[in-house]
């Protein structure tokens, strides 16, 4: 089962004020992961126009390992410091898996 890709769901509430700098270190985190990791195939940044405040991260990495490597890379420590020091609210955090085949 650890090579099963392993896709995270991360919903955290911001403010007026914190929403703009937190986009900024999402998209940062998002970038570097994609980029510097292997094991990271997508990493998007969401919002809705509906709900400004709520920023929703969707992220697809190769195995459960691939997601503890990347908790321990300096941009994500960068993207953790980021929620404490804005005081941005995680609401949840779903570990999730796909049960069909992604699409070619």
């Known amino acids: 089962m650890t090579d099963t890709p392993l896709i995270i769901i ?3 509430e ?3 004020a914190t929403r703009a700098p937190f986009l900024v270190a999402c998209i940062e985190d998002s970038i570097r992961s994609v980029t510097d ?3 990271c195939s ?4 969401l919002t809705t126009p509906d709900e400004p405040d709520t920023v929703i991260l969707h992220e ?7 997601f503890d490597a990347h908790q321990a890379t300096p941009h994500f420590k960068a993207f953790s410091n980021a929620v404490d020091t804005l005081k941005i609210r ?3 955090v779903r570990r999730t898996v796909r049960n069909i085949p992604a699409p070619k």
């Open 10 to 12: 991360a919903e955290f």
């Open 14 to 16: 911001t403010t007026a």
């Open 37 to 39: 990791e292997a094991g």
């Open 42 to 45: 997508c990493f998007d940044v």
């Open 60 to 66: 697809v990495y190769d195995s459960p390992a691939a």
């Open 90 to 92: 995680l609401v949840s």
